[in-house]
């Protein structure tokens, strides 16, 4: 289970997340649902260890990322589908992570094959791949410890329709075997076809929170129920002046 107690942080003096509570369980995909600037790129640096909360404590099976002694082999997370030497080809990305983390070689071709990357593909450089597929190789990286939780920053940006559906699919069959999956968008339609789970973030605030199928039985209509919480936060941002930092 993923879990925020109170997590507050500001930069600058400006408050990017408020007392935030947050709970992704085992078994479920949990959709991190929020407008651009709604800080959930700020939760999720502070979940994996690569910022600090000012108070309040996030956790992993109730664990900081910061203590877990394997945790790439614990949490897979995809912040970033930038985030790799454009120099190398896909295959060579995994491979260096394999030996990284005391994993056999053919892992790299293992994963390349459960993204739907080819051969051919893994041996281009990842200079020349498409968003959709860097978000592939991000998601390659992300799984090839086999973790229990996966954490995913935007995964769906860049996929074509097809790829969006394996995407699904994919999650699916993680939360499945029993695993913690958190992502976040700001896609609504996205979010509520994938997830079990809906936390919905503006301002840096928890606004909403539930179970999708509780959430359109207590709204109606998901999107309404979002739409209005999210355009009343940017509404106060706005007469403040403010923007809310990512």
Request: proline content about 3%.
């Amino acid at each position: 289970m993923i879990k925020f107690d109170g997590v507050t942080k500001a930069y600058q003096g400006h408050v990017v997340l408020d007392a935030v509570d947050l709970q992704a369980p085992a078994g479920a995909v949990t959709g991190f649902l929020g407008p651009n600037g709604a800080g959930k790129s700020t939760a999720l640096r502070i979940l994996v260890g690569l910022a600090r909360a000012d108070s309040g404590r996030a956790t992993i099976g109730g664990r900081s990322y910061r203590s877990l002694t394997r945790p790439a082999a614990t949490v897979g997370v995809l912040l970033d589908a930038d985030a790799v030497h454009p120099g190398r080809t896909g295959r060579e990305t995994l491979a260096l992570t394999c030996i990284a983390l005391g994993l056999p070689r053919r892992r790299a071709d293992e994963a390349l094959d459960r993204v739907g990357l080819s051969r051919r593909e893994g041996r281009q450089r990842a200079r020349g791949y498409s968003l959709g597929m860097r978000q592939r190789l991000g998601l390659a990286h992300a799984l090839l410890g086999d973790p229990d939780v996966l954490v995913l920053d935007e995964p769906a940006n860049g996929l074509d329709p097809q790829g969006q559906r394996w995407l699904a699919e994919l999650l699916r069959d993680q939360a499945d075997r029993g695993r913690t999956v958190l992502l976040s968008s700001h896609q609504l339609a996205e979010v509520e076809q994938l997830a079990d789970h809906l936390v919905i973030i503006g301002g840096g605030r928890v606004l909403s929170a539930g179970t999708t199928a509780d959430l359109a039985a207590a709204h109606g209509a998901i999107a309404e129920h979002y739409f209005a919480l999210t355009d009343g936060v940017d509404r106060a941002a706005a007469a403040r002046g403010g923007r809310i930092a990512a």
